[in-house]
């Protein structure tokens, strides 16, 4: 028996995965701020009609956008993670090397993704989506120590914030030091 796709909800996913990640590209243009359906609907290049029917308020974006972001983060710390604990020193070195690529080439994506989580701060509704990555994080990595785990996320989340404020963005030789810290068996 031959399974049937229903080509109207694929698109339909695909028009929501669209907008979700033109509200991420206002936001690391603009900042939260600037998200409105209209200005995401123009950086889609789709009509405003489309973001209203997928997400009626501006809340229900930010809640989506939050949630890929995650998603997309939490994954990316996974896999942070398992190399580091597979290559010990060397792990060190490619997650220092990735962080230096958030804070540098993908400064604007990860300002964006932090603006997002923080303005969960205020925003009761969205803190759920926040703690989403950690969540998805703390079910897909095995640690033995939920201390020491959640003091390198701690570290991790510090790292990024310090280096999005800095002039300068700090090299994975700058950053090194103190992921081998965070990574040291207690």
Not at 6 to 33: S, T, Y
Not at 79 to 106: C, F
Not at 143 to 169: K, T, Y
Request: aromatic share 6%; hydrophobic share 40%; charged share 30%.
């Amino acid at each position: 028996m031959k399974i049937q796709v229903d080509g109207r909800k694929a698109r339909g996913e695909k028009r929501r995965e669209e907008i979700i990640a033109a509200a991420l590209r206002v936001i690391e243009r603009d900042g939260v701020a600037g998200v409105t359906h209209r200005t995401v609907a123009t950086e889609a290049g789709v009509p405003t009609a489309s973001t209203t029917y997928h997400f009626s308020s501006l809340d229900d974006l930010l809640i989506a956008t939050l949630i890929s972001c995650a998603r997309d983060m939490a994954t990316e710390v996974y896999w942070m993670i398992d190399r580091a604990r597979s290559r010990g020193s060397r792990g060190a070195e490619e997650v220092a090397g990735l962080l230096a690529e958030a804070l540098g080439p993908r400064r604007g994506r990860t300002m964006a993704e932090y603006e997002l989580y923080l303005l969960a701060a205020r925003k009761p509704e969205l803190r759920p989506a926040a703690r989403r990555w950690l969540d998805v994080l703390t079910s897909m990595v095995r640690h033995d120590d939920e201390v020491a785990f959640r003091v390198f996320l701690a570290g991790i989340d510090g790292l990024l914030i310090q280096g999005l404020i800095d002039d300068e963005p700090p090299s994975a030789d700058e950053l090194r030091p103190v992921v081998d810290y965070l990574l040291k068996p207690r």
